[in-house]
């Protein structure tokens, strides 16, 4: 271990050759203010300014990636967990659940943090609306809902919009700016168009794929990102 004088010594040397105070710092094991106070008259040019503003910018940036994947990996964990919580709900609940998640497996959107159902069949989504209030315990104001509304001037977007929230029965939801098809035959198309039914729940959604892992016997971990 280097005396205080040695490390005064290396720290004015080091600060001549252009590194920060915290490269210095960390180099001698020492803290940022024994530096800061040991190399106060070494003057740096513009270059070397210029240099150690660099390096702090990509240290920074570094930082930066290191905790964004921390934090990926970390999230990946916690769906994982989710997936094991459904395999269990899977072995327990019934025939009702064992319904919607097979539901979900054909018909739903496999995105790994929110439940989406896209479908013109009133009775499927009102279906799956029920599936999540009884099992996950959602709320209407957990739903989002979107139209693709086929204006062919017999029905509006507000009777559109007010007969799938009547039907649903999902009255507080969110409603999201539909997609209008303005002059479209309604041939093979549903009148009141295509609904979209989205809870943006990752613990929902991986619970779900859980439980299909279950239900197939597959060991294959999917869905989790």
Known sequence: MLSKH????EAIILRQSGL???NIAKRLKVSKSSVSIWVRDVALTDEMNKKNKHYQSLAAIAALR?????????ARAIRLEYQEIGRE???NLGRDYAFGVALYFGEGSKNKNACILVNTDIELIDFFV????????IKNGDIRMKLVHYDNGELTLDEVTEHWIH???????KVGKATIKVGEPLKNKHPYGLCTIAVHRTDI?????????QFTNSSEVKFLG
């Open 89 to 91: 709900m899977a072995k």
């Open 20 to 22: 920060s105070i915290g």
């Open 66 to 74: 290191k905790a964004s994947l921390q934090m990926a990996i970390d």
């Open 6 to 9: 040695k490390e005064k010594q």
């Open 167 to 173: 039907k649903l029965n999902i009255s507080g939801c």
């Open 130 to 137: 029920q599936f999540l209030k009884k099992f996950f315990l």
């Open 205 to 213: 959604v991986q619970k779900i794929y859980g439980s299909i892992r």
